[in-house]
C-alpha cells in the first residue's frame, strides 16, 4: 500500500504545473534552467527516475531534496520528532478534555451545561485554526506575557519547562481541529448506550451509579470513538501544516508545504510515504486498543 | 488550499486590527512612533538583535536555492568587490579603490591588504577569481544571477590585492552589479563543490564580513556572532539571531510582543495597529522595485503604441497605491526608480493622469469603437483577453483594480489566479500569456539592458517582448558611457523614452515600510536587505 502510494504521489506531484522552485523564478535565465533541469536530473523520464527512487527506496535511502541538497530522509528525520510532539500532545488534550466533556453532556443530556457546551463545540468546529492561533499569541504571548509566540524553544535557553511552555498554545490551537469531534461522538455514543439494556440491567441490579458509568456505559461507549480518533489522525496531521506555520513550529507540515510549493518532488514523495506509513500505524494502534476496550475481540 | 492563504493573511490582519481591544484592556498603549530627534548618543557594545525571515535561508549568496529570505543573512555575513553606499551607488568593501581601461574593456579593483576569512585563513584576490572563474561563469552549474554576467569574459588575480574583469563588451554598470548579492566565496573551503556544500548552506559558512555564523538550528534560527578575523573596527552587537517564523502575522504578533527588533511589515494593513505600539518605530524605506502590466508584444491589439498608453490613462494608479500601499509609493513612468537619485527624472511623474476619456479617445485613434455593450471593439470583435495573477504579495486586489479601470473604458480583461510556481511556468518560461501584473527589483544601478533589450525578449527577462532598435541603442550607450555625467545623460533620455513607448505599462515605484524597535540604533535609512550590509555598525541603546 505504502509502495503504491509513493508511485502515486511520485507521478502526480512531477506532472503537476510548475517545476523545483530553483528554476521557476522569475530571475532565471532559460540558459540556466537547462543547466539546473540537467543538474538536477529532471531530464529523464519520469517512469525511470521513479523506478531509480524506488530501487533506493527499497534500500533505505529515500533521494536527495531538491531544495537543499541533503537527504530526503535526514530532513525528515530533523523534522519528525516536532511533529509527532505536536500531534500527539494534541491528541492528548483532545482525548482528555474530550471524552468527559461528551459523557458529561450525555449525562445532562437537554440540561443547560449540555447546550452551552454544544455551543462551545459548535465554535470550536467552525473556527478556522490560523485565526485561533493568531488570537491565541496576541493574547498569551502580546498582552499576557505568559507564554512564548512561536518557535519549539527560546534561543538562549533550551530547558524542559521551555520546551513545555512553546508547545502549549500550538497544542491547544490544534487540538481544536479534532476536539469538538471527539466531543460529539463521545456524547452520541454515551446517549445511545445509556438506553441499552444493561445498563438499566446494571442500574436495576442496584450497582452504584458510578461503577454502571465507568464499567457498563462508558467502556461500551469508547468503542466508536476509538475508531474515530483513529480516523481523526490523517486530520490532524493536516491540521499541523497550518498550526505550525502560524507558530513557526520547525515540523512535517511546514516540510510538506515548502516542499509542495518547491516542487520538492523526492521530498514530497518522501513525506507521503511517513504519512502513509503513519497513518497505517494509526489503524494498527485502534485495532491493538480494542482488544482492550472491547470484551467481544480477542487477540487470537 | 493555496486560495485559502490569501483569505488567511485578510483575516490575520482583522485578528491584529481586533488586538487594539486586547492591549487596551491589558493597558501600557501610549503613544509613539515619531522619530527619535534627540541627540545623537554614543554606540555602546552588547546586546542581541533579533530579526524574523520566511524560511530557511541557504547561505551561499550564488546558490539557485538562495531565495529571497536569504539574502538578509548573506549581505550581512559575505562580503562582495564593492557593496552598496548609503546612497546606493556603488562602495569599497573588499576592494578599495577600481578603475577602468581607456577602452572600457577591462576593470580593475585594488583589494583591502590583511582581510581574512572567519576561519583565519587570509583572503586574496584569488577568492575573487574562483568566484567567478568557477562558480559564476561555469555555464553547468547554473548559479544564481550569472545572466548578470554575461559581459565577463574572465577573471584573474594579477597579484593577491589586485584583481581583473576582463569583458566581452563595455559594462559600466560593473561596480554596481558587484555590490549586488555577489559575495566572494573561499576557494580553500569550496573548491570542490562550490554550490551544493550542505555544510556550508545549510550549516556555518566561511565568511568575511563582521559577523559570522555561530549555528543553524534548521526550521528554527540562525544566529551570528562578532568576526572576530574581521579587518575592521569590531561590530557592536553581540548576536544577530534569525528567527524562521513564515507567518507574517505572526511576525507583526512578535514585534508588538517585544520579540523583534526590526523588520519589514509585508502585511501593510497591520501598519496603524504597530504605529500606536509602545516600543517600536514605523519608517517607510525606499527600493530599487517597479511594479509593471506586461502585453505580450506577439498579439497585434498591444503593438499599438496609443494601446499601451490608453491603458496607462485608464488605471487610477494612485488609487491602487493608496488602497493596496496604504500609500506608501509613488507612480512610476519609467524604470529608472526614485531611490536612485542620482538618475531618476522626477519631471516624468505626472506624464499620464488618471484619465479615462483620454483613454477612450487613444483606443479610438487606434481603430476601436465602443459597442452597443460599451465594450471597444475592432472588426467585430471585442477587445477582451485574459491577464494571468501570480498569488503573491499584492497583486490580486491590484489585479482586481486594473479589471475595473480597463472595464470603465470598454476593455475586458479577465483574470485568471494561479499558484505561483506554475504562473512562472506558464508566464515566464513559456511567454504563454497575453497580459500580467508584476514587478522587478534590480541592482542599484539605471543599466536595465536584461529587461529591454531585444536579445533579451522570448527566451530572457523582456517579458513583454518589446523590440525597438532605438531602445536597444540607448542601453547599449548606458553600458558604454564611462562617467556619471554622461550616464545622467543617456539615462535621462531612455527614461522619456520609454515612458513615452511603454514597452512596459509602469505602474508604481513601492516603499518597504520597517518595524524597529526603538532602542536600536545605528541602521542606515535603506530598505532593511540592503541596510543589512550594515550590520557592524547597528547598536542597542541601554534601557
Not at chain 2, 547554473?142 to 593577491?160: F, L
Not at chain 2, 540562525?222 to 578575523?229: A, G, M
Not at chain 2, 516603499?511 to 524597535?517: A, G, P, Y
Amino acid at each position: 500500500m505504502i509502495v503504491f502510494a509513493s508511485a502515486l504521489t511520485f507521478f502526480f506531484v512531477n506532472l503537476a504545473p510548475g517545476g523545483p522552485a530553483s528554476i521557476m523564478r522569475f530571475d532565471v535565465s532559460a540558459e540556466q534552467r537547462e543547466a539546473l533541469i540537467r543538474l538536477m536530473g529532471l531530464d529523464r523520464p519520469v517512469p525511470q527516475r521513479y523506478l531509480e527512487w524506488l530501487a533506493g527506496a527499497l534500500r533505505g535511502y529515500l533521494g536527495t531534496s531538491l531544495l537543499t541538497n541533503e537527504p530526503v530522509a535526514a530532513r525528515i528525520g530533523d523534522r519528525l520528532p516536532n511533529t509527532l510532539t505536536l500531534a500527539g500532545s494534541a491528541l492528548l488534550i483532545s482525548v482528555v478534555l474530550g471524552i468527559p466533556i461528551g459523557v458529561v453532556q450525555a449525562m445532562r443530556r437537554g440540561r443547560a451545561i449540555d447546550h452551552v457546551l454544544s455551543l462551545l463545540t459548535a465554535v470550536g468546529l467552525s473556527v478556522p485554526v490560523f485565526w485561533l492561533g493568531i488570537i491565541l499569541i496576541l493574547v498569551f504571548a502580546v498582552s499576557l506575557h505568559v507564554l512564548p509566540s512561536a518557535g519549539v524553544t527560546s534561543v538562549s535557553s533550551d530547558t524542559l519547562g521551555d520546551r513545555l511552555a512553546h508547545l502549549v498554545l500550538p497544542a491547544v490551537a490544534l487540538a481544536t481541529t479534532i476536539l469538538p469531534t471527539v466531543v460529539r461522538f463521545t456524547r452520541s455514543s454515551m446517549i445511545e448506550v445509556l438506553h441499552e439494556d444493561y445498563v438499566r440491567t446494571a442500574t436495576s441490579k442496584g450497582l452504584p451509579p458510578s461503577t454502571v458509568m465507568t464499567r457498563h456505559a462508558l467502556r461500551n461507549a469508547l468503542i466508536p470513538v476509538v475508531s474515530a480518533v483513529g480516523a481523526l489522525v490523517p486530520r490532524l496531521i493536516g491540521g499541523t501544516v497550518v498550526t505550525e506555520a502560524v507558530f513557526g513550529w520547525p515540523g512535517m507540515g511546514r516540510l510538506a508545504l515548502e516542499a509542495a510549493q518547491g516542487r520538492d518532488y523526492p521530498l514530497v514523495t518522501g513525506l507521503t510515504v511517513v504519512v502513509a506509513a503513519i497513518a497505517v500505524l494509526a489503524s494498527l494502534l485502534v485495532d491493538l486498543a480494542y482488544t482492550r476496550i472491547d470484551p467481544r475481540v480477542r487477540l487470537a | 488550499m493555496l486560495f485559502q492563504a490569501r483569505s488567511r493573511l485578510a483575516l490575520g490582519a482583522l485578528a491584529l486590527v481586533g488586538a487594539l481591544l486586547v492591549s487596551a484592556c491589558t493597558g501600557a498603549a501610549q503613544p509613539s512612533g515619531s522619530p527619535v530627534a534627540s541627540a545623537q548618543a554614543a554606540p555602546v557594545a552588547g546586546g542581541t538583535v533579533t530579526i524574523p525571515i520566511g524560511a530557511d535561508p541557504t547561505l551561499n549568496p550564488w546558490s539557485p536555492n538562495a531565495f529571497v529570505e536569504s539574502l538578509f543573512i548573506n549581505r550581512a555575513i559575505f562580503e562582495g568587490v564593492t557593496k552598496p553606499g548609503k546612497d546606493l551607488a556603488p562602495a569599497p568593501d573588499l576592494a578599495e579603490s577600481w578603475t577602468t581601461a581607456a577602452d572600457g574593456l577591462s576593470w580593475t579593483f585594488k583589494l583591502r591588504s590583511g582581510v581574512k576569512w572567519s576561519d583565519g585563513s587570509p583572503f586574496s584576490a584569488d577568492d575573487v577569481a574562483f568566484t567567478f572563474n568557477d562558480v559564476v561563469l561555469k555555464p553547468d552549474l547554473g548559479a544564481q544571477n550569472r545572466a548578470s554576467y554575461a559581459a565577463v569574459k574572465s577573471v584573474t588575480a594579477v597579484d593577491p590585492n589586485t584583481v581583473r574583469f576582463d569583458l566581452s563588451r563595455k559594462f559600466a554598470a560593473l561596480p554596481s552589479f558587484l555590490a549586488y548579492n555577489a559575495g566572494i566565496l573561499p576557494k580553500h573551503v569550496l573548491a570542490a563543490n562550490p554550490l551544493t556544500t550542505t555544510s556550508f548552506n545549510k550549516g556555518v559558512p566561511v565568511s568575511t564580513g563582521p559577523f559570522k555564523v555561530e549555528k543553524y538550528t534548521s526550521g528554527q534560527s540562525v544566529s551570528l556572532v562578532r568576526n572576530d578575523n574581521y579587518f575592521g573596527p569590531k561590530a557592536y552587537l553581540d548576536k544577530v539571531v534569525f528567527t524562521v517564523v513564515p507567518d507574517p502575522n505572526t511576525q507583526v504578533a512578535q514585534a508588538l510582543s517585544g520579540d523583534i527588533s526590526i523588520m519589514i511589515l509585508d502585511n501593510k494593513a497591520a501598519v496603524d495597529r504597530v504605529k500606536t505600539a509602545p516600543g517600536l518605530l514605523v519608517a517607510s524605506r525606499p527600493l530599487v522595485q517597479y511594479y509593471w502590466l506586461a502585453l505580450n508584444q506577439t498579439d497585434p491589439r498591444f503593438t499599438d503604441v496609443r494601446v499601451r498608453q490608453a491603458f496607462v490613462y485608464a488605471i487610477d494608479r494612485q488609487a491602487i497605491i493608496k488602497s493596496v500601499e496604504l500609500g506608501y509609493g509613488s507612480i512610476a513612468n519609467s524604470p529608472i526608480t526614485p531611490a536612485l537619485a542620482a538618475y531618476y527624472d522626477p519631471s516624468l511623474a505626472s506624464k499620464y493622469p488618471y484619465d479615462p476619456q483620454k483613454a477612450k479617445d487613444l483606443l479610438t485613434a487606434a481603430g476601436w469603437k465602443a459597442g452597443a455593450d460599451g465594450v471597444m471593439q475592432k472588426d467585430g470583435k471585442p477587445f477582451q483577453f485574459t491577464m494571468d495573477v501570480g498569488q503573491r504579495g499584492v497583486l490580486e486586489p491590484v489585479n482586481a483594480l486594473i479589471q475595473q479601470d480597463l472595464k470603465k473604458v470598454g476593455v475586458i480583461a479577465d483574470l485568471n489566479t494561479m499558484e505561483w510556481n506554475s504562473y512562472i511556468q506558464k508566464d515566464v518560461v513559456r511567454r504563454d500569456y497575453s497580459a500580467t501584473v508584476n514587478w522587478w527589483t534590480y541592482p542599484s544601478d539605471p543599466d536595465v539592458f536584461p529587461y529591454y533589450h531585444s536579445s533579451a525578449a522570448g527566451k530572457g527577462f523582456n517579458i513583454p517582448g518589446y523590440q525597438d532598435p532605438k531602445l536597444d541603442d540607448l542601453l547599449v550607450q548606458g553600458q558604454s558611457a564611462s562617467d556619471l555625467e554622461s550616464r545622467k545623460a543617456v539615462y535621462k533620455q531612455l527614461q522619456a523614452y520609454t515612458s513615452e513607448t511603454l514597452p512596459y505599462l509602469f505602474l508604481w515605484y513601492p516603499q518597504e515600510i520597517d518595524v524597529i524597535s526603538t532602542s536600536l540604533k545605528g541602521v542606515p535609512e535603506l530598505g532593511l536587505r540592503d541596510a543589512m550590509h550594515y550590520l557592524g555598525e547597528w547598536w542597542l541603546a541601554k534601557k
